[in-house]
């Protein structure tokens, strides 16, 4: 078996496993991640690259609006963040506007860090409880 294969093997594996908390880190991981190597493509001039991470990055944030559960309140301001988040991500794509972009991933940075400290403190809540 070849280290793509392994790699991808593991991957899969991670994924299937993981629960619902730590897979929606992994999806904010995935957004960063494409938004990132949109914003590095661009840097380079590669205009294809960019546009095809960026649409991934876009395909992930329109997820996250897709799942709001919208009979709380709360869910209409998280939709329009994520609304926000994808037309930073559509302007940044059509004008090549680096700062779009990275407008875009600070808000994700800041989703995925606030994201991961609900993750560790509901752990070490249930740690407490047992």
């Known amino acids: 078996m070849n280290a793509a294969n392994t ?4 991957k899969t594996q991670q994924i299937m496993t993981a629960s619902p908390e730590e897979l929606t880190l992994m999806l904010y991981n995935g957004a960063l991640k494409f938004v990132a190597e949109s914003m590095l493509a661009l840097e380079q001039q590669d205009y294809e690259k960019s546009h095809n991470a960026n649409l991934r990055a876009q395909a992930i944030v329109r997820e996250f609006a897709a799942t709001l559960d919208m009979k709380f309140e709360l869910a ?11 037309y930073c991500l559509i302007q ?4 090549k506007d680096p700062a779009k972009l990275a ?22 809540q ?3 409880a047992r």
């Open 92 to 95: 940044g794509n059509l004008k």
């Open 7 to 10: 790699a991808n093997t593991y």
């Open 126 to 128: 249930k740690a407490a």
């Open 103 to 124: 407008e875009a991933k600070e808000m994700l940075q800041e989703f995925r860090d606030t994201w991961y400290q609900v993750i560790k403190q509901t752990r070490q």
């Open 76 to 86: 209409s301001n998280w939709l329009d963040l994520y609304e926000y988040i994808e």
